[in-house]
């Protein structure tokens, strides 16, 4: 059966993924004040780290409407899988969603089409959208891909190390003295997705060290590695990203690894020189 992978922009794409006709992506709007950018191939990530340094305000994101997937949906193929970030962090799944519920009041239930809330973001849902693809290409019937990819949703880890927290200053999401003692103590959070919901695993003084928490925080906690793939977005920090990855390929086997580049809304969540791991 044909198909069609549509994800929202916080799904980075892989270089491969951006050429591959299976793939849409539809486009959040990233606010910064008055400012507002589309997240799609047009997004300049050097101007929009600017931007947001510059700015009083922290950056925020708007998800994309209905219609915005319907119009993906609208399409030849006999299956559609909708990859949304978590739905704890943004209405982009609700969207989704609701789309379907539209197209399959105008047009029956002519396709199969089913929504995944990644419960993570950025290489998250990258590493959803890769094993999407493999399920639709080993032929599975649609019952079966739901089943398999809600299974590899559900056993998912993502992990992730910020070097700045400025946006969360901005947002109110740090106290005023917490900001000044991570701030000043040079504190850098370890964190984690769990059912899609931010949590705090740890904090070191200095990145490295963070990363390296992190790393042993993986190996310790995972499980079955040489089955999976390790996803790492990086946001403006390409040889920080390689570093976490050698670290964790020198420990364990993964199947395979890939690197991808932050998109809009990965930029607002991790911020310059944030890592996000997933596998």
């Given at each position: 059966?044909?198909?069609?992978?549509?994800?929202?922009?916080?799904?980075?794409?892989?270089?491969?993924?951006?050429?591959?006709?299976?793939f849409?992506?539809?486009?959040?709007?990233?606010?910064?004040?008055?400012?507002?950018?589309?997240?799609?191939?047009?997004?300049?990530?050097?101007?929009?780290?600017?931007?947001?340094?510059?700015?009083?305000?922290?950056?925020?994101?708007?998800?994309?409407?209905?219609?915005?997937?319907?119009r993906?949906?609208?399409?030849?193929?006999?299956?559609?899988?909708?990859?949304?970030?978590?739905?704890?962090?943004?209405?982009?799944?609700?969207?989704?969603?609701?789309?379907?519920?539209?197209?399959?009041?105008?047009?029956?239930?002519?396709?199969?089409?089913?929504?995944?809330?990644?419960?993570?973001a950025?290489?998250?849902?990258?590493?959803?959208c890769?094993?999407?693809?493999?399920?639709?290409?080993?032929?599975?019937?649609?019952?079966?891909?739901?089943?398999?990819?809600?299974?590899?949703?559900d056993?998912?880890?993502?992990?992730?190390?910020?070097?700045?927290?400025?946006?969360?200053?901005?947002?109110?999401?740090?106290?005023?003295?917490?900001?000044?003692?991570?701030?000043?103590?040079?504190?850098?959070?370890?964190?984690?997705?769990?059912?899609?919901?931010?949590?705090?695993?740890?904090?070191?003084?200095?990145?490295?060290?963070?990363?390296?928490k992190?790393?042993?925080?993986?190996?310790?906690?995972?499980?079955?590695?040489?089955?999976?793939?390790?996803?790492?977005?990086?946001?403006?920090?390409?040889?920080?990203?390689?570093?976490?990855?050698?670290?964790?390929?020198?420990?364990?086997?993964?199947?395979?690894?890939?690197?991808?580049?932050?998109?809009?809304?990965?930029?607002?969540?991790?911020?310059d020189?944030?890592?996000?791991?997933?596998?």
């Amino acid at each position: 059966m044909s198909y069609r992978i549509v994800g929202d922009s916080c799904s980075d794409p892989t270089e491969a993924m951006k050429q591959d006709p299976h793939f849409r992506f539809v486009p959040l709007t990233l606010i910064v004040g008055d400012t507002h950018v589309t997240d799609d191939e047009s997004f300049d990530q050097k101007a929009f780290l600017k931007l947001v340094a510059e700015s009083p305000e922290g950056p925020k994101t708007a998800c994309p409407s209905p219609e915005q997937y319907l119009r993906e949906f609208e399409c030849d193929a006999d299956m559609v899988f909708a990859v949304t970030l978590s739905s704890k962090l943004s209405g982009s799944y609700q969207s989704a969603v609701i789309a379907k519920q539209m197209y399959e009041e105008h047009h029956g239930e002519d396709k199969k089409i089913f929504i995944v809330d990644a419960l993570s973001a950025g290489c998250g849902q990258t590493n959803i959208c890769l094993r999407l693809q493999e399920l639709c290409e080993e032929g599975k019937t649609f019952e079966e891909i739901v089943e398999a990819i809600t299974e590899y949703r559900d056993g998912m880890k993502t992990l992730f190390v910020l070097e700045s927290l400025d946006a969360l200053k901005k947002n109110g999401r740090l106290t005023g003295l917490a900001s000044v003692i991570v701030t000043v103590l040079n504190i850098k959070l370890v964190m984690a997705g769990i059912g899609g919901v931010i949590h705090k695993l740890g904090q070191e003084r200095g990145i490295d060290r963070a990363l390296k928490k992190m790393v042993s925080i993986a190996v310790n906690e995972g499980t079955d590695f040489e089955k999976k793939r390790l996803c790492i977005t990086n946001v403006n920090c390409r040889e920080r990203a390689e570093k976490v990855r050698d670290m964790l390929t020198s420990q364990v086997k993964f199947r395979d690894a890939v690197i991808v580049d932050a998109a809009g809304v990965s930029t607002v969540y991790a911020s310059d020189g944030g890592i996000i791991v997933t596998f």
